[in-house]
C-alpha cells in the first residue's frame, strides 16, 4: 500500500478540524446532458471529443489498408503489415485492418497523434478481425503515450495485460493527452484491464464489451489520474477480478507524490481553470450493463457527473461506491447527479454507497433490489444494505423517488414519499436472471410490478435507457418500456460494426 506522507496527513487533519466553514462547492449540473454532436458543449464546455465519434460526415484523408500476411502499398488490394502503416501514419489517415487474426502490439506517441479536425482512426473491417496482445513492452494491443485523437474501434482483443492503454504525458492538465475514442471492441482475458486511461481528458469509451481482467488489476474499464470530461457509455462488464468500472483521480500519485499538498487548489480545485489535477470532472455514465465482478464500480474523486440508465451488479463483495482517498473534503465524489439506474445486490454487503466526503450528491429514480434465492425461486433479501451512508461527512445529499426492495439501510433512511418494498417476485421484470448473466433486456419491467409509473418525469433524464421517451409519470429504474429490445446504435462509421451497443450479450 501506498504511504502518505505525514505532511499530508497533517495538513488534511488541520483542514478537517478548521472552525472555518467548508468552501462552497456547486450544486450537481442543473442542465440536460448528452453526448455532443461536432461543435456543441458538453457540460456547458464547448466539445473536444474525436471528430470520428462526433461527426457523422466525417472521412478519412487518406486509408492505409492492413493484412495479417499483408506485403503490399497499403492499397486496398495490396494490403500492408500493421507495422509498416503505424510507422508511417499522420493525422487524417485511417488504418484499416482486414479479416483475419493478428498478434498485436502496436502504439502511438506524442509525435504520431491525429487533430481535432485531423483525428487518426484504427478500425476493423469487419467483425472478423481479432488481435492476440503481446507480452513485451506494456502489453497492450494498442499502447498510446501522449497520442491525441485517436480512434480504435470494431476490434477483438484477447490477452496481454491490457487491451487498450491510453496515457498522458504529466499529471497538469496541460500534459494530458485528449480526444481518445475506443468504440464497438470487445476485450478480455486481460491480466490488468481491457481498458486503461491516465491523464486522459475529453476521452469516449462507447459501445464495448470487456470481461475477465485478471488479478493484475482486475478492472473492465479503468480511468485514472484526474482526466476530465468523459463519456462511457452502451457498454457491458462482466467478470472481471476486481472493480469492474472505475474512476479514480488517484490524488496520492498526482498530487501527493508530486509534492502538492491535498488541500492545494492544483488538487482540488476545477478543470475549468486548469487545476484539480486530484478531480476527475464532468463525466456522463449511461446506459451500461455492469454485473457479475468482484466488486461493483468505484467513483473515486469524482465531481459533476451524471450518471444514469445503467444497470449496476449483482456482484461478488459489494456494489457501486462514491468514495474518495483522503480527508480533504473537496476531493469527496461529491455534486454528482445518479438518476434511473437499477442496482442490484445478492448479499450482505452496500448495493450503493456514499462515504468520506461524497456529498450533495442527487440520487433519483433509482431501484435499488436486494434479493436470494431460495430453493430454486429468488425472494427479497432483508440483509442486503441498499444505502449506506457515512453521517460523519454526508449531510446533504438528496434522495427522492427511489424504490427500495428488501434489504436495509445504514445511517439512511428513505426520503418521504419514496417506495419501500420488502418482498420480491421475478415477474416484476421480463425474465429476471436469478445468476445475474442475462441480458440488459431481462430488467425491463413487467405491467403487474408495484413501481411502474411511480416516480415523476425528471428533465435531466427524459429518455430511457435505449433512447426512447419517457412520459409522465416514469418508471423508476433505467426502462421505461416493456417488450422487445431495440438496437441503439453508437456513432461510428464502420458498417460492419452497426450493431447492438454492448446493452446485450
Same mark, same amino acid.
Given at each position: 500500500?501506498?504511504?502518505?506522507?505525514?505532511?499530508?496527513?497533517?495538513?488534511? /487533519?488541520? $483542514?478537517?478540524?478548521? $472552525?472555518?466553514?467548508?468552501?462552497?462547492?456547486?450544486?450537481?449540473?442543473?442542465?440536460?446532458?448528452?453526448? +455532443?454532436?461536432?461543435?456543441?458543449?458538453?457540460?456547458?464546455?464547448?466539445?473536444?471529443?474525436?471528430?470520428?465519434?462526433?461527426?457523422?460526415?466525417?472521412?478519412?484523408?487518406?486509408? $492505409?489498408?492492413?493484412?495479417?500476411?499483408?506485403?503490399?502499398?497499403?492499397?486496398?488490394?495490396?494490403?500492408?503489415?500493421?507495422?509498416?502503416?503505424?510507422?508511417?501514419?499522420?493525422?487524417?489517415?485511417?488504418?484499416?485492418?482486414?479479416?483475419?487474426?493478428?498478434?498485436?502490439?502496436?502504439?502511438?506517441?506524442?509525435?504520431?497523434?491525429?487533430?481535432? *479536425?485531423? @483525428?487518426?482512426?484504427?478500425?476493423?473491417?469487419?467483425?472478423?478481425?481479432?488481435?492476440?496482445?503481446?507480452?513485451?513492452?506494456?502489453?497492450?494491443?494498442?499502447?498510446?503515450?501522449?497520442?491525441?485523437?485517436?480512434?480504435?474501434?470494431?476490434?477483438?482483443? %484477447?490477452?496481454?495485460?491490457?487491451?487498450?492503454?491510453?496515457?498522458?504525458?504529466?499529471?497538469?492538465?496541460?500534459?494530458?493527452?485528449?480526444?481518445?475514442?475506443?468504440?464497438?471492441?470487445?476485450?478480455? %482475458?486481460?491480466?490488468?484491464? @481491457?481498458?486503461?486511461?491516465?491523464?486522459?481528458?475529453?476521452?469516449?469509451?462507447?459501445?464495448?464489451?470487456?470481461?475477465?481482467?485478471?488479478?493484475?488489476?482486475?478492472?473492465? =474499464?479503468?480511468?485514472?489520474?484526474?482526466?476530465?470530461?468523459?463519456?462511457?457509455?452502451?457498454?457491458?462488464?462482466?467478470?472481471?477480478?476486481?472493480?469492474?468500472?472505475?474512476?479514480?483521480?488517484?490524488?496520492?500519485?498526482?498530487?501527493?507524490?508530486?509534492?502538492?499538498?491535498?488541500?492545494?487548489? !492544483?488538487? *482540488?480545485?476545477?478543470?475549468?481553470?486548469?487545476?484539480?489535477?486530484?478531480?476527475?470532472?464532468?463525466?456522463?455514465?449511461?446506459?451500461?450493463?455492469?454485473?457479475?465482478?468482484?466488486?461493483? +464500480?468505484?467513483?473515486?474523486?469524482?465531481?459533476?457527473?451524471?450518471?444514469?440508465?445503467? =444497470?449496476?451488479?449483482?456482484?461478488? !463483495?459489494?456494489?457501486?461506491?462514491?468514495?474518495?482517498?483522503?480527508?480533504?473534503? !473537496?476531493?469527496?465524489?461529491?455534486?454528482?447527479?445518479?438518476?434511473? %439506474?437499477?442496482?442490484?445486490?445478492?448479499?450482505?454487503?452496500?448495493?450503493?454507497?456514499?462515504?468520506?466526503?461524497?456529498?450533495?450528491?442527487?440520487?433519483? %429514480?433509482?431501484?435499488? /433490489?436486494?434479493?436470494?434465492?431460495?430453493?430454486?425461486?429468488?425472494?427479497?433479501?432483508?440483509?442486503?444494505?441498499?444505502?449506506?451512508?457515512?453521517?460523519?461527512?454526508?449531510?446533504?445529499?438528496?434522495?427522492?423517488?427511489?424504490?427500495?426492495?428488501?434489504?436495509?439501510?445504514?445511517?439512511?433512511?428513505?426520503?418521504?414519499?419514496?417506495?419501500?418494498?420488502?418482498?420480491?417476485?421475478?415477474?416484476?421484470?421480463?425474465?429476471?436472471? +436469478?445468476?445475474?448473466?442475462?441480458?440488459?433486456?431481462?430488467?425491463?419491467?413487467?405491467?403487474?410490478?408495484?413501481?411502474?409509473?411511480?416516480?415523476?418525469?425528471? @428533465?435531466?433524464?427524459?429518455?430511457?435507457?435505449?433512447?426512447?421517451?419517457?412520459?409522465?409519470?416514469?418508471?423508476?429504474? +433505467?426502462?421505461?418500456?416493456?417488450?422487445? $429490445?431495440?438496437?441503439?446504435?453508437?456513432?461510428?462509421?464502420?458498417?460492419?460494426?452497426?450493431?447492438?451497443?454492448?446493452?446485450? !450479450?
Amino acid at each position: 500500500m501506498l504511504q502518505i506522507p505525514a505532511r499530508y496527513k497533517l495538513s488534511a /487533519l488541520l $483542514l478537517a478540524c478548521s $472552525l472555518l466553514p467548508a468552501p462552497v462547492m456547486a450544486a450537481p449540473y442543473s442542465g440536460l446532458v448528452k453526448a +455532443p454532436a461536432r461543435g456543441e458543449d458538453f457540460f456547458g464546455t464547448p466539445e473536444h471529443f474525436n471528430r470520428y465519434y462526433t461527426d457523422p460526415d466525417y472521412k478519412p484523408e487518406r486509408v $492505409l489498408h492492413v493484412s495479417p500476411s499483408g506485403n503490399g502499398d497499403g492499397s486496398e488490394a495490396s494490403p500492408m503489415r500493421p507495422e509498416e502503416a503505424f510507422s508511417q501514419v499522420r493525422a487524417g489517415d485511417e488504418i484499416l485492418f482486414h479479416q483475419g487474426r493478428y498478434a498485436g502490439c502496436w502504439g502511438l506517441d506524442e509525435d504520431s497523434s491525429g487533430t481535432y *479536425d485531423l @483525428p487518426i482512426v484504427i478500425r476493423a473491417a469487419s467483425s472478423d478481425v481479432s488481435i492476440d496482445c503481446c507480452n513485451s513492452g506494456r502489453k497492450a494491443c494498442f499502447n498510446l503515450e501522449g497520442a491525441s485523437h485517436i480512434a480504435i474501434d470494431g476490434f477483438r482483443m %484477447n490477452g496481454g495485460s491490457y487491451g487498450i492503454r491510453t496515457v498522458g504525458l504529466h499529471y497538469k492538465a496541460a500534459g494530458h493527452q485528449k480526444g481518445i475514442a475506443i468504440l464497438n471492441n470487445r476485450i478480455g %482475458n486481460q491480466y490488468k484491464d @481491457p481498458v486503461f486511461s491516465g491523464q486522459s481528458d475529453w476521452i469516449v469509451v462507447d459501445g464495448n464489451i470487456a470481461h475477465h481482467a485478471g488479478t493484475g488489476d482486475g478492472h473492465g =474499464i479503468y480511468l485514472s489520474n484526474g482526466g476530465d470530461w468523459f463519456i462511457v457509455r452502451n457498454n457491458e462488464l462482466h467478470d472481471n477480478s476486481s472493480s469492474d468500472f472505475q474512476i479514480n483521480a488517484d490524488p496520492i500519485s498526482t498530487c501527493a507524490e508530486a509534492d502538492i499538498a491535498y488541500d492545494d487548489p !492544483r488538487c *482540488d480545485g476545477s478543470a475549468l481553470e486548469g487545476r484539480g489535477q486530484g478531480v476527475s470532472e464532468f463525466v456522463l455514465v449511461e446506459s451500461n450493463y455492469f454485473h457479475i465482478s468482484d466488486v461493483g +464500480p468505484n467513483f473515486t474523486s469524482v465531481r459533476n457527473a451524471v450518471v444514469r440508465n445503467n =444497470i449496476f451488479g449483482p456482484y461478488g !463483495r459489494h456494489g457501486t461506491s462514491f468514495w474518495q482517498e483522503t480527508d480533504n473534503p !473537496r476531493l469527496g465524489s461529491s455534486d454528482n447527479r445518479i438518476e434511473h %439506474n437499477l442496482f442490484i445486490g445478492f448479499n450482505r454487503r452496500h448495493v450503493l454507497q456514499n462515504t468520506r466526503d461524497s456529498d450533495r450528491n442527487l440520487i433519483r %429514480n433509482n431501484i435499488l /433490489l436486494g434479493y436470494r434465492l431460495s430453493g430454486s425461486s429468488v425472494e427479497a433479501n432483508p440483509e442486503t444494505v441498499l444505502v449506506e451512508i457515512d453521517t460523519d461527512t454526508v449531510h446533504d445529499s438528496r434522495f427522492s423517488g427511489n424504490v427500495y426492495i428488501g434489504g436495509r439501510f445504514s445511517g439512511f433512511s428513505p426520503a418521504r414519499g419514496e417506495q419501500r418494498l420488502k418482498t420480491f417476485s421475478s415477474d416484476w421484470f421480463a425474465t429476471f436472471p +436469478p445468476d445475474g448473466m442475462g441480458t440488459a433486456a431481462a430488467y425491463r419491467p413487467e405491467k403487474t410490478a408495484p413501481f411502474v409509473d411511480k416516480a415523476s418525469l425528471l @428533465p435531466t433524464t427524459p429518455m430511457d435507457m435505449e433512447g426512447r421517451p419517457r412520459r409522465n409519470p416514469v418508471n423508476p429504474g +433505467p426502462w421505461e418500456y416493456g417488450g422487445e $429490445l431495440r438496437a441503439t446504435i453508437t456513432p461510428q462509421h464502420s458498417a460492419s460494426t452497426k450493431q447492438n451497443t454492448g446493452i446485450t !450479450r
